[in-house]
């Protein structure tokens, strides 16, 4: 049977220099994630919609962005393709923020391409935040992939096999024992089965400020998972991932070259940029900057408290 096409269609018209594997990398968790990847230049993000299943492609074409959408859902994410694609990314007043530190400016301008996307969408991010919290990321990912694949629906769309990420209600009523052969321990299994039985309210924040005090106020999500969370689903620029093993030493080389910096450190380091401070890491794991390494080599992330 021949695979129907798309039924929405959009052209969008990014800036000059735009970079899209760049720009949504942060959508996908690996090149192998089951409900999202960059395939022969293209991007496919699968999805759940108040309208129904949709995968959105996005694929440059003569400077410009085509974006498709197939399922039900169709319309709902074209008519977003452009926040997804991070088209919407605001980066008003940067430029001048960044010219104050000669790092933060050399990086602006290599990765001036590089765009923050806004999926409109909490749970997708919060399920895979959870599964990060304290451990290292292959660990993490294999949690998150054993459960989108446990809780197997196929997404729409001619990529196959391309998996939506599940259902909150299936999740909110899975036992513990349904994550514990994936490497999840009770405490994350409880953490995700609390917050995606919330995902219907959590979905209605109006803004990352209300997600935020709605995310934390579940137990187990603190200000690192918030902050992972709202830096996609609403392209928050400040957030900054408060409690993470690695970015307070990165932000505290590259800003101060100084080897180790805690939290406090991190902060003071990048309040000249608020409103922009998550932005500041985000262009600082894009150019690679690393603090130095002692002793036995760590895991690159994630060792996030929660």
């Not at 760049?22 to 699968?46: E, H, K, M, N, Q």
């Not at 299943?53 to 977003?80: H, I, N, Q, S």
């Not at 939290?263 to 262009?283: I, K, N, Q, Y």
Request: charged letters at 20%; aromatic letters at 8%; a positive charge.
């Amino acid at each position: 049977m021949t695979e129907p096409g798309p039924t929405a269609r959009r052209t969008l018209r990014p800036p000059a220099g735009y970079r899209l594997a760049a720009s949504v990398g942060s959508l996908t968790f690996s090149p192998y994630d089951p409900c999202a990847r960059i395939a022969a230049g293209s991007f496919w993000w699968a999805t759940r919609t108040p309208a129904g299943p949709a995968t959105l492609a996005l694929r440059p074409a003569a400077g410009e962005l085509v974006a498709e959408g197939y399922g039900p859902g169709a319309d709902w994410v074209v008519e977003r393709a452009d926040g997804i694609a991070g088209l919407r990314d605001d980066v008003t007043g940067f430029a001048e923020l960044a010219a104050a530190h000669p790092v933060v400016a050399r990086l602006a301008a290599q990765h001036r391409g590089l765009r923050m996307p806004a999926t409109g969408q909490v749970f997708p991010r919060l399920l895979r935040a959870v599964f990060e919290q304290k451990v290292t990321g292959k660990e993490a990912y294999r949690a998150y992939a054993a459960t989108v694949r446990h809780f197997r629906e196929p997404a729409p769309g001619p990529v196959q096999p391309l998996l939506l990420p599940p259902e909150p209600a299936a999740v909110a009523a899975a036992p513990y024992w349904v994550f514990h052969p994936f490497g999840v321990e009770q405490r994350r299994a409880e953490t995700l089965r609390r917050a995606a039985a919330a995902a219907e309210r959590l979905e209605r924040c109006a803004d990352a400020e209300e997600a935020t005090r709605r995310l934390t106020a579940i137990p187990g999500i603190g200000p690192w998972t918030a902050a992972e969370v709202v830096r996609i689903a609403y392209g928050d620029p400040d957030a900054v991932s408060v409690g993470d093993y690695h970015i307070p030493n990165t932000v505290a080389w590259a800003l101060a070259g100084e080897p180790r910096g805690d939290d406090t450190r991190m902060l003071a380091l990048l309040e000249p940029f608020r409103g922009h401070r998550g932005r500041v890491c985000l262009l600082l794991e894009a150019g690679g900057v690393h603090a130095p390494r002692y002793g036995p080599r760590a895991p690159i992330r994630s060792f996030a408290r929660f």
